[in-house]
């Protein structure tokens, strides 16, 4: 099965001398370098990747990065000028006019940083928009529209008209239009920057919790990283209209691509991105229960520490032992390492966790932070010096981990 | 020396060429008119002036509200008491009937001007042309086509009226939020269906606006359409200018001025909201929003998002 959406060698150059500035483009001259020289504009440049299903892939660029032609060419609102497009398998540029529309209108659904909500029609009018130009029957109009309000939780404000309603309610709007067509790709050009940033993250709550249930094909554009990072599953950063860098918001954050990237990276909110699993360090010790008592407190006084994780014998973490407890279970006879000489003073974390929800955990106890699997196993520890090395905003190329 | 282009000469040789090879088309274009017209003042002369007056307070009420109504009262029955409602009706026929017809053309041209460049690069010089040639130059073809009378008059009041149409149309529809054009693209519109359903209902104030000035615009030609002999308030005015009869002169203004408001204020109102519409909209919203469920959206909207996103 072809990938949902495949882009080839994409280009967009903006002007008559098309083909003169792609060759230029092609052999590495500079964008302003070939605005000088022919007089068009170099929107994009050879840009390729694939989307998967069910994948959320951002494409983050500031602006005149490129962004926004981008999404456009991906359906054919503006004509590439070299390369291909292809959606399921089939290529956007071989396609006529009616065709185009079809793809358009049951494949491909776009979402818009004003909205671009029609303010003569109501909400629930709005929301079937795809729908009614598809010829869908009134009933299953209305039916598709309320079922996509009230995925967007705006099912009580179907008759009002956008100018009625709030930017976030708007643009909750503008996701159901697109929900409704039930099309396997959405492209989403800056959706949410136009609003408030508390509006903001409850959008992005908002389209978390749809991806988790309806695993749409998204492609997101945005200029903030930390948006990328929190939402994208992986992410292209554009820059002068080229790929600067693709992967995964860690994989950028802990080996940018270059400095422009390394520079974007400095501002973004690790404590989102990075997990606990990025973070995770082999623990320095541990022990096992039924190991002598008198071995592991001197273990515990040669690497300096004043805990230790104490497994049982599937991996799983039985509690810890404390030096002072050793100690006194020594003078009171009992030389081995029982359950009853470990005590619960300890927190573990799931490795997917990101360091946001566990940064109030880390460095409580005597022990670090455990790191552990769905069984209790233990994986790894997360020191402190770990967590503050890794959110120190030094733009630390490849340090993090 | 420069040598005299025969511009005015080759214009003149061209409308006489007319004249002797399509004559059946001016008389058709005449008649067409004429009969419009006469039509139209018979339906507003014929009945008693207090059935029509009723009627425009009703629409002024209806439409604007009852400022506009109190005025439309008070102002016809002026002009009744003024011995003009004759005069009055045959000025507002000719005026709705060359406003339809120049709304006609320049509405359509400047749907095409905004959705074809070329279009708009070569109707731009002639809609200058149009508007700043003296009114009077018109006047001359308009006699040698059409003779004296009503129809001369009508045309030159179209052709002078057709410019604020269409660029009040082609500003409209390029001034429509080019993100709700690009969102009916991309959900797979056609052409067709974006200028009926996005532009024109967006462009709609501006096209009213044009609509508007189209008719004020008759309206001024009012009296260049009387020195050719159309019957009417011109009529008035300029036999007023003619006899030195200031009495008279001042009422026949008075009525264009009074009919003027009238118009100006109620087609003023097309591109916007009627009363009838807002109350309309005033009582839908009453119920819509009556439900349990809005406070819930609204705090929704609102939800604090300083927490961690999930456990």
Known sequence: MPPVLQVTGLSKVFGAREQEALRLADEGVGRDEILRRTGATLAVHDVSFTVERGELFVIMGLSGSGKSTLVRLLNRLIEPSAGTVQVDGRDLRALDDAQLRSVRNDKISMVFQHFALLPHRTVRENAAYALKIRGVGAREQRERADWA????????????????????????????RALAADSEVLLMDEPFSALDPLIRRDMQDLLERLQSELHKTIVFITHDLNEAMRLGDRILMLKDGRTVQLGTGPEIISAPADDYVADFTSDVDRTRVLTAGDLLREPRMTARLGDRAGDVLRALGTAEANGVYVLDDRGRIAGVARDDLLARALQEGRTDLGTREVVAEYATIGADRPVVEFVHLVGRHTVPLGVVDDDGRLLGVVPRAAVLDALSAVPARGSVR | MIPHLPIGETVSDFIDWLLDTVPWLFDAISNVMQVLVDGLTDLLVSPAPIVWIVVFTVVALVLRGPWLALYTLVAFLLVVSLELWVETMQTLALVLVAAVIAAAIGVPVGILAARRRAVSVVVRPVLDFMQTTPVFVYLIPAVFFF??????GVVATILFAIPPGVR???????????????AAQAFGARPGQILREVQLPLALPSIMAGVNQVIMLALSMVVTAGLLGAAGLGAV???????????SGVEGGLAVVLLAIFL?????????????SRLLRARGRRASSAGPAEPASRQDENAPAGAPASA
Not at chain 1, 149 to 170: F, H, I, N, Q
Not at chain 2, 147 to 152: D, E, K, T
Not at chain 2, 264 to 276: C, I, S, Y
């Open chain 2, 147 to 152: 003779g004296v009378g009503v129809v001369p």
């Open chain 1, 149 to 176: 309000l009230r995925t967007v939780g705006l099912l009580e404000r179907a008759d009002a008209r956008p100018d009625e309603l709030s930017g976030g309610m708007r643009q909750r709007v503008g996701l159901a």
């Open chain 2, 237 to 247: 005015v300029v036999r007023a200018v003619t006899q030195l009869d200031i009495a």
């Open chain 2, 264 to 276: 100006d204020r109620l087609t003023g109102a097309f591109g916007q909201q009627t009363a009838v």
């Open chain 2, 168 to 182: 009040l149309t082609e500003l409209g529809i390029r001034q429509v939020d080019r993100e709700v054009v690009e």
